[in-house]
């Protein structure tokens, strides 16, 4: 990986022609017929059978979505599932989506004590090191979980700096509890969230890259358009990482407001509502479902497309 | 696993004599040079021997801590450093420290929306149900970050309350930078960490044992007494996972205001400063830093009798 973050991703997204990312978040029960009915692979309850499915799909996926977004989004929850394989079978998804040459981004939350959130950044951001696995390469973005403070994010943005990667902290989350903590006011008038916000801005200030954006971003839920608009205010050299759109509610329009004027500035990202795009009557009608990796790049076509119209303020 | 998560802690705390934890945080460089001098467990850069002396290691360390403590706590970041073979000898593990009927905290610190808590609760917390590995047990209870709300954390409570497990929730930890934001105020006056200890507390309610605790309860760090106080009133049904002890600084008197009057209620667990014992000249000097078990084993017997001596009001 060569270079910084933040620019390499701009390129991609200008390359593209659309700030948007496809969040992989594989379940087994929900993949299409045609892989699920194979003979080999047809038993969820066996671990091989069932990693081999979800492989099977997520490298066609990738193919598919791969001419249309710069970058993807690998959920690791849904490989942990099951257990090593599941683990090795994510690693090895890393190394598919960096032969398409995507900006991969590992969305796996994690954050801890010092020494231990130096742990977590070596296995999920950095390049291996290990002879066995100098073959791999580490993804290019990490999602990080700040509530135990700057400590646990550190760790990752010194690899960050060493290798050309990225950081995304989990400042506003896009889910119907986050607004329980992130939400609450404190007696400055300012909520938790602007508070994290405040405290994560100088880390992002010492790395920032030739197009004026950091290598540390921050995850700002389409879902809650008000904080969203205060976040591009108060970072405006983060790239804002914005999940919630489709499944969880958010539209083109709630999401542009993550974008500074010149439309740079944003990453949305949408899971469910791309992967599963043969299991929605709009695709399944025109495509039949069983056609589904046509249903898959529709549907990527009409994100990429949306989310243009809503900055061209359409 | 059978019963209740709280019921059984209490009991095996009793049958052990100390409400103490070890807390298993395995660096290959700082390993016994007896494990890693040994000819095939001598190169670090191969995933191979560093798993494999890990894995000596920790089996050696939890047969010498086993008679003298209720409960270890793995933490999964050190183990995920080795990507797949770590994370499979991470589950042996597991089965390793079940076969001494300790009780095993998962320290994995997930926290997600609600659909991928709940692939991250399957993974990390429920028995597997996959027929590949109908022989492995899960561990008895996990923690879990509650930064994205309560929905973070529902799904892990559902697989706790069917299969007789614990979760506990990071409340306030014990690192430098934890008050950033845990001890943040908000304009009721309450700290942040007070906040979710509110949201948590109808939730632990929920699922109480017949001792009076519930299979929630939360992490409060020991190096923060006047929270850990707080916290002790502000969630009577909970018992609390208090790290710090050691290495991060907090003393056994800091450590026992988690405590109830009648010395229930919580769990204090330390790690680098019993695991590498034979590191310190108080436990080196006496027996030999070659002689890593016998450092190990003194130090968590100390352990045991500081903790009950504060305890004792000594």
């Avoid at 969230?193 to 405040?198: G, H, M, R, V």
């Avoid at 920032?208 to 205010?233: D, F, K, M, N, W």
């Avoid at 489709?246 to 469910?272: E, I, N, W, Y």
């Avoid at 589904?292 to 243009?308: G, H, L, P, S, T």
């Amino acid at each position: 990986v060569a270079g910084h973050f933040a620019d390499r991703l701009l390129k991609a997204i200008e390359a593209k022609g659309a700030p948007i990312c496809v969040g992989i978040d594989p379940l087994y029960s929900r993949l299409p017929k045609a892989i699920t009915e194979h003979k080999r692979l047809n038993d969820e309850q066996d671990i091989e059978a069932a990693v081999d499915a979800i492989f099977e799909f997520c490298t066609k996926l990738i193919k598919v979505i791969a001419p249309y977004v710069p970058a993807v989004k690998f959920q690791s929850a849904y490989f942990e599932r099951y257990y090593w394989d599941g683990v090795e079978s994510y690693y090895s998804l890393i190394q598919e989506a960096n032969e398409y040459d995507l900006e991969i981004i590992a969305d796996v939350k994690r954050g801890d004590i010092g020494s231990t959130s130096q742990a977590y950044a070596q296995a999920h951001l950095a390049d291996p090191q290990l002879m066995d696995m100098e073959d791999y390469v580490g993804p290019d973005a990490v999602t990080v979980n700040a509530y135990m403070g700057t400590e646990a994010v550190e760790p990752f943005l010194e690899i960050a700096a060493e290798q050309g990667k990225g950081v995304f902290v989990v400042v506003r989350s896009s889910n119907p509890s986050a607004a329980a903590i992130q939400d609450a006011v404190t007696t400055d008038g300012k909520p938790v969230y602007q508070l994290l916000a405040e405290q994560i801005r100088p880390l992002a200030e010492r790395y920032i890259g030739q197009r004026g954006y950091s290598l540390l971003g921050a995850v700002a839920g389409g879902t809650a358009p008000e904080q969203l608009r205060r976040l591009r205010e108060l970072l405006p050299q983060c790239i804002l990482l914005v999940p919630g759109y489709g499944t969880q509610g958010a539209d083109a329009a709630s999401c542009a407001a993550a974008f500074k004027p010149d439309r740079t500035g944003a990453l949305v990202t949408a899971s469910r509502s791309i992967i599963y795009a043969y299991e929605q009557p709009r695709y399944a009608e025109r495509f039949g479902a069983e056609n589904w990796q046509a249903c898959i790049e529709q549907a990527v076509k009409d994100f990429a497309a949306e989310i243009n119209a809503a900055l061209n303020g359409g």
